[in-house]
Nanobody, 122 residues
């Protein structure tokens, strides 16, 4: 019922910047929080940053001070500005959207984008 499409990934040198975008469509009224996760080969998917519809923020410690998440509710779009990129940031980045009270309501489903590759060279 919700579709998420990411864009903005690519190859960048260490210390460079990228800006990811994710636009939601479908039953957008079922969305509360949006965010970004990433997964490197051989590793588990990890949370990068989240933002609620009201603007509450959460960042992984590894990206604090370097990444900024923002949201345009009118456009149903979430952004991730990534600065001072490190090789350790290399991963597939996935957009995520959660319904209201996700984690509290039994049977709630998370929504995921297809992923966009971010590669940071040394």
């Amino acid at each position: 019922q919700v579709q998420l499409v990411e864009s903005g990934g690519g190859l960048v040198q260490a210390g460079g910047s990228l800006r990811l975008s994710c636009t939601a469509s479908g039953n957008i009224f079922s969305i509360d929080a949006m965010g970004w996760f990433r997964q490197a080969p051989g590793k588990q998917r990890e949370l990068v940053a989240t933002i609620t519809r009201g603007g509450s923020l959460n960042y992984a410690d590894s990206v604090k001070g370097r990444f900024t998440i923002s949201r345009d509710n009118a456009k149903n779009t979430v952004y991730l500005q990534m600065n001072s990129l490190k090789p350790e940031d290399t991963a597939v980045y996935y957009c995520n959207a959660d319904p209201p009270l996700y984690g509290l309501v039994s049977g709630s489903r998370r929504y995921w984008g297809q992923g966009t590759q971010v590669t940071v060279s040394s």
